[in-house]
């Protein structure tokens, strides 16, 4: 049990790092538009949270050559890694371009709702500047999943420690005018966002073209024309991946838009509790990877009684890992409320919000920990179905009742509903899966 626990530490740590890293991008730009005034920042969330969506549904349609990729390691297929691999770029550059499109046009849900109509613009114009970076966000998660798949998680870390800096710099001078430069505010925040996207897929790039752990796969010999075979199959993973990132995702930005109807003082406290809870998030989302990639490398060497334990094992470890911030969160939520702004009107909503999403994070780790070891199964269509009924048949209406009724906290005990059951199916989902292909392997041996 502990050396599983050594294992999975050695690959989730980086990846914890890396997104904890990534995720500080928009982090910081959200702080630096705290001291611009409440509507800006309320649109820098609102975009961002509008790129997470479009990110994530990129991400889920790419996501099952993660697992694909850690079976073929498993039962030591090289050449079929090489394959899936060269693959899975004809998918980014399709995705990343249909990205692209989507981006430039989901906006216009804010006007269908009633959004705060002093911010629906300076979202609109954040979400068209940060669509060019789609196509290389794209091929840059390719090359992240084979990484992670083949347990090497480090050389995402260190690109995002020479990125961050950078992008602090260049949010620093576009946001606030300084060297010279004109002030941009939230045009400034998502030139620098993009650009820091894709400079990361350039740098991954390198490494992978250049490093001798995987010139020696030869994954860029011999590029094949598109091989709808393959292509299929990893749709076939990646489309209910992508629904159920999707679906979650939107449950969230659905609350965006309600809170929005409470007007950009709600909606300012919301994104600020909201950013301070996906940082945290982020702990979970590494472990989660991690669990993906060791439960599919022991389904592809068919070792059930591992998949089990490492499966329980991550579950487990992201739980314990969000405790810490449950409690800081409890204890001071003043504190974090004043990182993000001054204004004692979003601050005052904010601190009432982060009581409830103290609740909320509590589910995290069991919640991500859950659905990676299930996909690391492949057993995709199972979180899909479960987001499906814990987001939107429960969760939505819970929230959009209580909101009616209490207020933007009210939203916040909905959301609560949404994520606590969704984990708690999640991990009963793979209790039932994982025992029966263990006492499957058992009776075949």
Same mark, same amino acid.
């Given at each position: 049990?502990?050396?599983?626990?050594?294992?999975?530490?050695?690959?989730?740590?980086?990846?914890?790092?890396?997104?904890?890293?990534?995720?500080?991008?928009?982090?910081?730009?959200?702080?630096?538009?705290?001291?611009?005034?409440?509507?800006?920042?309320? +649109?820098?969330?609102?975009?961002?949270?509008?790129?997470?969506?479009?990110?994530?549904?990129?991400?889920?349609?790419?996501?099952?050559?993660?697992?694909?990729? *850690?079976?073929?390691?498993?039962?030591?297929?090289?050449?079929?890694?090489?394959?899936?691999?060269?693959?899975?770029?004809?998918? +980014?550059?399709?995705?990343?371009? %249909?990205?692209?499109?989507?981006?430039?046009?989901?906006?216009?849900?804010?006007?269908?709702?009633?959004?705060?109509?002093?911010?629906?613009?300076?979202?609109?114009?954040?979400?068209?500047?940060?669509?060019?970076?789609?196509? +290389?966000?794209?091929?840059? %998660?390719?090359?992240?999943?084979?990484?992670?798949?083949?347990?090497? #998680?480090?050389?995402?870390?260190?690109?995002?420690?020479?990125?961050?800096?950078?992008?602090?710099?260049?949010?620093?001078?576009?946001?606030?005018?300084?060297?010279?430069?004109?002030?941009?505010?939230?045009?400034?925040?998502?030139?620098?966002?993009?650009?820091?996207?894709?400079? &990361?897929?350039?740098? %991954?790039?390198?490494?992978?073209?250049?490093?001798?752990?995987?010139?020696?796969?030869?994954?860029?010999?011999?590029?094949?024309?598109?091989?709808?075979?393959?292509?299929?199959?990893?749709?076939?993973?990646?489309?209910?991946?992508?629904?159920?990132?999707?679906?979650?995702? &939107?449950?969230?930005?659905?609350?965006?838009?309600?809170?929005?109807?409470?007007?950009?003082?709600?909606? *300012? &406290?919301?994104?600020?509790?909201?950013?301070?809870?996906?940082?945290?998030?982020?702990? +979970?989302?590494?472990? #989660?990877?991690?669990?993906?990639?060791?439960?599919?490398?022991?389904?592809?060497?068919?070792?059930?009684?591992?998949?089990?334990?490492?499966?329980?094992?991550?579950?487990?470890?992201?739980?314990?890992?969000?405790?810490?911030?449950?409690?800081?969160?409890?204890?001071?939520?003043?504190?974090?409320?004043?990182?993000?702004?001054?204004?004692?009107?979003?601050?005052?909503?904010?601190?009432?919000?982060?009581?409830?999403?103290?609740?909320?994070?509590?589910?995290?780790?069991?919640?991500?920990?859950?659905?990676? *070891?299930?996909?690391?199964?492949?057993?995709?269509?199972?979180?899909?179905?479960?987001?499906?009924?814990?987001?939107?048949?429960?969760?939505?209406?819970?929230?959009?009742?209580?909101?009616?009724?209490?207020?933007?906290?009210?939203?916040?005990?909905?959301?609560?509903?949404?994520?606590?059951?969704?984990?708690?199916?999640?991990?009963?989902?793979?209790?039932?899966?994982?025992?029966?292909?263990?006492?499957?392997?058992?009776?075949?041996?």
């Amino acid at each position: 049990m502990w050396s599983e626990l050594a294992g999975l530490l050695r690959l989730g740590v980086p990846i914890i790092f890396t997104q904890l890293l990534q995720v500080s991008q928009g982090t910081i730009a959200i702080i630096m538009m705290g001291r611009v005034g409440s509507r800006e920042l309320a +649109a820098v969330g609102l975009g961002t949270s509008f790129w997470v969506f479009v990110w994530l549904g990129s991400m889920g349609l790419l996501m099952g050559l993660s697992p694909t990729i *850690a079976q073929h390691q498993g039962a030591g297929r090289h050449l079929e890694m090489r394959r899936d691999f060269q693959q899975g770029l004809w998918m +980014a550059l399709v995705i990343g371009m %249909l990205a692209l499109v989507l981006m430039r046009n989901i906006g216009g849900v804010m006007d269908l709702v009633g959004v705060d109509s002093q911010v629906i613009p300076l979202v609109k114009s954040y979400l068209r500047i940060g669509s060019w970076s789609m196509p +290389a966000v794209c091929v840059y %998660l390719v090359m992240r999943f084979f990484c992670e798949a083949t347990g090497n #998680s480090r050389p995402m870390m260190a690109i995002q420690i020479l990125v961050l800096p950078i992008v602090v710099l260049g949010n620093w001078v576009l946001i606030y005018g300084n060297l010279g430069f004109p002030a941009l505010g939230v045009d400034g925040a998502a030139l620098t966002f993009a650009g820091g996207m894709i400079l &990361a897929a350039i740098l %991954l790039s390198g490494y992978m073209l250049f490093t001798p752990k995987y010139r020696d796969l030869g994954l860029f010999d011999g590029l094949t024309f598109p091989v709808f075979a393959r292509l299929g199959a990893l749709f076939r993973l990646g489309v209910p991946i992508s629904i159920s990132l999707v679906l979650d995702s &939107a449950f969230f930005n659905a609350i965006n838009l309600l809170m929005g109807r409470f007007g950009h003082v709600a909606l *300012a &406290a919301h994104q600020l509790v909201i950013n301070f809870a996906t940082v945290i998030f982020m702990v +979970a989302v590494g472990i #989660s990877s991690a669990v993906m990639a060791r439960v599919g490398q022991s389904v592809g060497s068919g070792n059930m009684a591992e998949v089990r334990l490492r499966g329980w094992i991550g579950i487990a470890t992201a739980t314990v890992l969000m405790l810490p911030s449950v409690l800081f969160m409890t204890m001071f939520p003043g504190i974090i409320a004043s990182i993000y702004t001054s204004e004692p009107e979003v601050t005052d909503i904010a601190v009432s919000l982060l009581m409830v999403a103290a609740l909320f994070q509590l589910f995290d780790g069991l919640y991500m920990a859950g659905a990676g *070891a299930l996909r690391g199964l492949k057993d995709v269509n199972a979180v899909m179905w479960i987001s499906v009924l814990a987001y939107w048949v429960v969760g939505f209406p819970v929230a959009w009742i209580l909101g009616v009724n209490w207020g933007p906290t009210g939203l916040w005990y909905g959301m609560v509903v949404g994520i606590g059951l969704t984990a708690i199916l999640l991990g009963w989902r793979f209790e039932l899966k994982s025992r029966k292909l263990l006492a499957s392997h058992v009776y075949c041996s």
